[in-house]
């Protein structure tokens, strides 16, 4: 069965997350998404995170950021800057669909790449541009980060810990969100086109993604005037309501986690039978749920001291037998391997290009499953220049001889032009930095064991 | 006025509570007929706080009445034969229906997708749940905590030497609803060049997970387990408080390639030292460097700082407060916010929309419903129902 999205051709001008994300599961669902680079302005996602932190012969080929965020792509380099590059661009843009980049709008306007400009190249042509700020307003050229547009979009002032500072995720959070609703814009476009055959352009602002995303606070402020207090992980209506430390083992060590949350009586009866402490059933400070809130630092003292006694997996499943919500606080190699997961499919087997050296390895797939129109089966994302010959020449029809030509005048090229790879610290020592908090030197034989070839879910 | 991206496009909502109904609103923003079916003491988010004045009233929920723009609500009683008759009769006539019940709700009520393509071969039916329609943790229950910790954000979140954290209120639940309003309408598209409906599984886990970087892959390709990051004082992206609240400094490759002019950004002469001069020697002095730049700082004004950062294109944030939130020189020039006149609750400002599209408008200006506010209307509208018939529902309590 076809993937929903086939026949449909995207023209990616991205970098990082914001729009890479977006585009690899459109192109996950069908889409023909064509990957823009530069040789002479390689995407820091190509040097980062190398596999086996090895930054020997190609290792622009070997990012893991990029192959996070670029599966299923044609990827094609073209030099903007140079005449016969944009206009190879230009000749994409006319037999595409959709146009997407997330660069400042300063770079868009400089090359002539607006919605105006591209529509006079292919009128129904969608335009997706995707900024920290927006394309528009005082702010629209500032350059954004991840936690930038999750500091301006309110969500990082409202979190952390009781009386502790605003807090950030360890991860470019509000990027994802950006993507996330930049997936559906796209999507509403295309639908709008399928019947009109309107196209049409999308400014996505990612700190605006999020801003919608946290009403709650927004709202209390708008009609009620109030901030209320960071809470860390507490809720405004259920205690206990919290993170709890469990025993650690001799291959995972410390570090170890469970998060429990009791809505109801019900919960907080079975909660305390789990945990063996019926006397807590009877304690009057715990007997309603709005005494239980009152108390909720003693409470969370003394479940802490309980859950101490157990390892997290096996509570998880007494909680949750028992009808409680608790889930155990998954780290990196957990959720790789976690069996819900791996019934599901979730991480799919994915192969490299054989010049990486590297062997198929397992990527987070998508958080949707479709009954009749599944994904395309997962291909990495292109190493740099791999497919210039089948879009420049299958494509867009040109000779041999002016790729040659492309190439000797650096339009077109293989590999970057100034690489620059990141050696991390060793493993060691970025435990002793207290970045990691452990590694196992047989991860690859784990990660075939699990998912190699014939083992696949 | 020109339509909106999804006019024509029918959407069934049976959903409740936030992730469902953030999916449809976003579908009923941006121009779908959304008929959102309710319970008769209505959709639980009604009794969620915050309220309006703090009063606790069906109408008067905050997240409720962001939720819910655009849509028509109708009450029904799902566990009466004749509100299953009623459902059947609306889902034959829908393009999508969306649901966010446990995954064993929906068939216990003979409303499975089976049931459903029987009476509509070209529907689009989205589920969403805690962890999947199917596998060992279906019937795993969950709060957004809960999918923090199983969808792996949370061990990498929070202080070094304190408990794992989560953002603020309900993100896992924001981001499954985001994504099933994009699979709703790749399956929409996908039928209206086929006329083939289809069930698309939606999992509030595998949104966080699916969303996270360098997490699964740092095991992969090295064997590392990352955990809460440490943090240096002498970092010069972490987090600072100023003199009126707290920025994210980001002098990007400023401060690899020229220190002079962090320096000369910062007006700290005593930085001009080779103490601090290269990332090494930083990461040495450390402690000393954390000191200057915290007491540093102290003495900035945000705005002042954000603004002259980004003229010498350093990529500098603010954290701002949802007073700054609201009150931005951006938010106010893109009308970021929305003022809704709600017949209950008031007027005020809401978050508007959270993308522009240049040709089809945003339509999310329209108030959440009353409880059952358009139950006649659409029933009369859709299935015909004279007002006797209404008279006859409301008396055997289906509607």
Redesign the interface.
């Known amino acids: 069965m076809a993937a929903p999205l086939e026949g449909i051709r995207i023209v990616e001008m991205g970098q990082l997350i914001a729009i890479p994300s977006a585009m690899k599961m459109l192109a996950d669902m069908g889409a023909q998404v064509i990957r823009l680079e530069s040789c002479q302005r390689l995407e820091s996602y190509r040097t980062d995170s190398l596999y086996q932190n090895d930054v020997e012969g190609e290792f622009w080929n070997r990012g893991a950021n990029f192959y996070e965020q670029n599966r299923n792509k044609l990827g094609i380099t073209l030099d903007l800057s140079h005449p016969a590059g944009l206009s190879l661009l230009r000749e994409l843009v006319s037999i595409s669909d959709v146009f997407t980049e997330n660069f400042t709008p300063r770079v868009i306007k400089n090359f002539q790449l607006e919605y105006e400009d591209l529509r006079g190249l292919k009128p129904d042509i969608i335009m997706v541009s995707s900024t920290g700020y927006g394309f528009t307003g005082p702010w629209a050229n500032f350059g954004a980060t991840g936690p930038a547009t999750e500091g301006a979009s309110g969500l990082a002032y409202i979190t952390g810990y009781r009386d502790g500072p605003p807090m950030m995720s360890e991860i470019p959070y509000t990027d994802y969100t950006g993507a996330e609703h930049t997936v559906f814009a796209v999507m509403a476009a295309l639908i709008h086109r399928q019947q009109t055959g309107q196209g049409q352009f999308i400014d996505v602002s990612q700190t605006e993604t999020a801003t919608a995303t946290v009403p709650e606070a927004l709202l209390d402020f708008a009609v009620n005037g109030r901030t209320a207090p960071r809470i860390g992980n507490e809720d405004p209506q259920m205690a206990p309501h919290g993170c709890y430390p469990c025993l650690g083992d001799d291959r995972l060590g410390d570090d170890r986690w469970i998060a429990i949350a009791v809505s109801s009586d019900q919960e907080w009866t079975s909660l305390c039978q789990v945990l063996n402490r019926s006397e807590w059933m009877r304690d009057t400070r715990f007997l309603s749920a709005e005494e239980r809130m009152r108390h909720r630092s003693e409470l969370d003292r003394l479940i802490a001291q309980a859950t101490a006694a157990w390892q997290n997996h096996p509570l998880m499943h007494a909680l949750q037998e028992a009808s409680v919500p608790a889930g155990a606080v998954l780290d990196a190699q957990e959720l790789l391997f976690d069996p819900h997961l791996r019934q599901r499919g979730f991480y799919e087997l994915v192969a490299h290009h054989p010049s990486t050296g590297m062997p198929a390895l397992p990527y987070a797939g998508r958080p949707w499953k479709f009954s009749a129109t599944p994904a395309v089966p997962g291909k990495a994302a292109p190493i740099i220049g791999e497919h210039n010959r089948t879009v420049l020449a299958e494509l867009l029809g040109h000779s041999e001889a002016d790729l040659a030509h492309w190439e000797a005048e650096g339009v077109i090229g293989y590999a970057p032009a100034n690489p620059t790879g990141t050696r991390r610290p060793s493993l060691d020592e970025q435990v002793r930095q207290g970045r990691l908090q452990r590694y196992e030197t047989d991860f690859r034989e784990q990660v075939s064991r699990a998912f190699g070839e014939g083992n696949v879910s | 006025m020109a339509p909106s ?2 006019n ?2 029918k959407v069934l909502d049976l959903t409740h509570h936030i992730a469902g109904p ?1 999916c449809t609103k ?1 579908l009923a923003d ?1 121009g779908a007929q959304v008929i959102k079916i309710e319970r008769p003491g209505g959709d639980p988010a009604r009794s969620m ?2 309220f ?3 009063e606790r009233h069906p109408e008067k929920s ?2 409720f ?3 819910n723009t655009a849509k028509r609500s109708v009450t029904l009683n799902l566990k009466s034969d004749r509100g299953i008759h009623i459902l059947r009769e609306l889902a034959k006539d829908a393009d999508i229906l969306v649901e966010n019940f446990s995954p064993r709700v929906m068939p216990s009520l003979g409303l499975d ?1 089976p049931a459903l393509r029987e009476l509509n071969p070209a529907l689009v039916m989205v589920s969403i749940s805690n ?7 279906r019937d ?4 957004d ?16 030497d ?10 896992a639940q ?3 609803g ?6 709703a ?6 039928q ?2 086929t006329g ?12 966080v ?22 943090n240096h004082s002498g970092d010069l992206t972490r ?1 600072r ?1 100023v003199s009126d609240g ?1 920025i ?1 400094p ?1 002098p990007g490759i400023a401060a690899r390639v020229n220190w002079n002019t962090v320096v000369e950004f910062l007006e700290a002469p005593e930085l001009d030292d080779d103490k601090f001069r290269t990332p090494s020697a930083r990461l040495e002095n450390a402690e000393e460097l954390g000191e200057i730049l915290d007491r540093l700082f102290l003495s900035k004004n945000k705005m002042d700082m954000f603004y002259r950062a ?1 003229q010498k ?1 350093f ?9 700054e ?2 009150a ?4 106010l ?2 009308e ?2 929305v003022e809704l006149d709600h017949p209950v609750a ?1 007027t ?13 408008p945003w339509d999310g200006l329209h108030p959440a419903p009353t409880l059952g506010q358009h139950t006649r209307e659409v029933f009369s509208q859709c299935l015909g129902y004279t007002e006797a018939d209404l008279e006859e529902l409301s008396g055997m309590g289906v509607i």
């Open positions: 991206a999804l024509g496009v953030y976003l941006f706080p915050p309006c004045q703090d905050l997240p009445l962001y939720l997708f962890f999947g329609q199917t596998g060992s943790y795993y229950r969950a709060t905590m809960v999918e923090y910790a199983l969808g792996g954000l949370m061990y990498i979140f929070g202080s070094y304190r408990e794992p954290l989560k953002h603020a209120f309900n993100q924001f981001k499954a985001t994504n099933a309003a994009s699979a309408l790749m399956a929409l598209y996908h209206r060049s083939q409906g289809q069930q698309v599984d939606v999992s509030i886990q595998e949104s997970a699916s969303a996270l970087r360098d997490v699964t892959s740092n095991f992969t390709y090295t064997g590392a387990v990352r955990r809460r990051q440490p987090l408080a707290y994210l980001n980004h294109r990529i500098y944030g603010v954290i701002d407060s949802l007073e939130v609201m931005s020189p951006q938010n020039a893109r970021g916010f008031g005020f400002r809401y978050p508007g929309a959270p993308f522009q599209l240049s040709e089809t």
